[in-house]
């Protein structure tokens, strides 16, 4: 198992390009299924999910070929109905071939995706909207059993008590674009990402309008053709990386950040007092004048503050002088982050789905340990920023979202070596070693 070593304490500077999004690849990987024929998808991330997707599709029968950030999948095979709880345990998202598989085969067995470091994840909503479609949905030995002669259009809300669901949208709109007749879907999401996925179907000659709307239509259809699809910039990255550059004080470039997905991040951060402006030559956060200002900070669906930015932007009012509140609604305990930062000598109260933040004038160096994938990115910008020397250990949790994200700041200043775990060593230790 892989940590990371860092020696914090240096500023970053220079320029740096994020990968294909991992959230917007794995819906559509799940939805080519619903094809008739190979799709090429262009820009995929070379991440620990995208290969849990594919060996899931793999499991189902489907060829899927990895050539570098491309990748082919090839449905006709596939004959499998059963996504294993090997898989999907791994990749919540697994979820996603729900939807397709019931259009594809008018059945289907997902496992329930089990538990998660960021808090309860039913997918209640998901089954409610397939149920609306028609579908009869079981639950039996921790498996979603669903069955459907046919799929008929329907009129669905899918708001749930935080709001819409991402892959709850992506199951339901894609499973309305084989059923009879039209399909209206109220709450829906409207990250890009559920566009993006919404788009490639229409592509394959889907009838989808209201993409990026709270209310979503779908005209069912015979048949869906097939499409190549481009995979956008990853919009969380670009966050990550331009919160790095908040939390060391530094100015970077992001060459290709998808600045039109980033409103609300980007206002937040000028609201601390960050310089971000959007060039032809890509994004430029400046954070080098060093006077930082405390807010509140609330994540939302979009387009409000991804709650995937949460971490991330817990760690960096840390070190804000004054008191700033960070509350997300979408996972209210998703601050599993917060004990690490405090062992760095952070200052955080939790209050509810709240962290009460007191700025420290700079974080330490400590052994840390990785919780989930947003939470590992968080620690990993800390520890760059911190005077002195971390460990992050179980950083598999950070390979599942970002394509080698220290070699990303290294390339930027950072010193962060990867290598193998070994056993943390306690102070008097280091101390008798003169460490
Ligand atoms: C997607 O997860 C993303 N994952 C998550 O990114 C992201 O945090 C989340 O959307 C919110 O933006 C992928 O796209 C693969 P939700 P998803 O359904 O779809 C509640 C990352 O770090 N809910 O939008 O699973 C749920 O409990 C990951 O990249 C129900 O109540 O999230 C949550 O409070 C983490 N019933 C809220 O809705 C349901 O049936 C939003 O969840 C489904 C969800």
């Known amino acids: 198992m892989d940590m990371l070593v860092v020696q914090g304490g240096r500023p970053l500077s220079g320029a740096v390009s994020v990968d294909g999004s991992k959230n917007a690849t794995l819906p559509i990987m799940a939805a080519t299924l619903l094809t008739d024929g190979p799709v090429r998808?262009?820009?995929?991330?070379?991440?620990?999910?995208?290969?849990t997707m594919a060996r899931l599709l793999r499991s189902l029968g489907a060829d899927v070929i990895r050539s570098?950030?491309?990748?082919?999948?090839?449905?006709?095979?596939?004959?499998?109905?059963?996504?294993?709880?090997?898989?999907?345990?791994?990749m919540r998202a697994g979820v996603c071939v729900l939807g397709p598989l019931l259009a594809r085969c008018g059945t289907a067995q997902v496992s329930l995706p089990g538990g998660c470091n960021?808090?309860?994840r039913p997918i209640?909503?998901?089954l409610r909207g397939l149920a609306a479609l028609g579908a009869d949905i079981r639950i039996c030995s921790g498996y979603v059993v669903a069955e459907a002669g046919t799929l008929t259009g329907a009129r669905i809300d899918l708001t749930g008590p935080q709001g819409s669901s991402v892959t709850a949208t992506c199951n339901v709109m894609s499973a309305a674009v084989a059923a009879r007749g039209e399909t209206v879907i109220l709450g829906a999401a409207q990250e890009p990402e559920v566009v993006c996925l919404g788009r490639f179907l229409n592509d394959c000659g889907a009838k989808i309008g209201g993409l990026g709307s709270p209310i979503v239509t779908v005209d069912g259809?015979?048949?869906?053709?097939?499409?190549d699809v481009d995979i956008g910039p990853d919009r969380i990255e670009a966050a990550t990386l331009a919160v790095s550059a908040a939390l060391t004080r530094s100015r970077i470039r992001i060459d290709n950040a998808p600045v039109s997905q980033m409103d609300a991040v980007l206002s937040r951060l000028a609201d601390m007092g960050v310089d971000c402006f959007a060039g032809d030559d890509g994004l430029t956060v400046d954070a080098r004048h060093g006077r930082l200002r405390p807010v509140n900070l609330v994540t939302s669906p979009y387009p409000g503050i991804p709650t995937d930015t949460q971490?991330?932007?817990?760690?960096?009012?840390?070190?804000?002088?004054g008191t700033s509140v960070v509350t997300d609604r979408v996972f209210p305990e998703r601050f599993m982050h917060v004990s690490e930062l405090i062992r760095m000598g952070a200052r955080i109260r939790r209050a509810g789905n709240s962290?009460?933040?007191?700025?420290?004038?700079?974080?330490?160096?400590?052994p840390l340990m990785a919780s989930d994938l947003r939470a590992s990115a968080a620690l990993?910008?800390?520890?760059?920023?911190?005077?002195?020397?971390?460990q992050i250990r179980r950083i598999y949790h950070l390979d599942r979202g970002y394509v080698r994200l220290e070699e990303k700041l290294n390339r930027l200043g950072a010193t962060i070596q990867r290598c193998q775990d070994i056993p943390a060593r306690s102070v008097s230790e280091n101390t008798r070693s003169g460490e």
């Open 118 to 120: 960021i808090g309860h």
């Open 124 to 126: 209640d909503l998901h």
């Open 41 to 51: 998808l262009r820009g995929v991330p070379a991440l620990a999910d995208v290969d």
């Open 68 to 90: 570098g950030s491309q990748m082919v999948i090839d449905p006709r095979p596939a004959s499998g109905i059963v996504a294993e709880y090997d898989l999907v345990r791994r």
């Open 221 to 227: 259809v015979e048949r869906l053709a097939t499409a």
């Open 355 to 366: 962290a009460v933040i007191e700025g420290v004038p700079h974080l330490s160096g400590a």
């Open 380 to 390: 990993l910008l800390a520890a760059v920023s911190a005077e002195g020397d971390s």
């Open 311 to 321: 971490a991330q932007f817990t760690a960096l009012l840390t070190t804000v002088p």
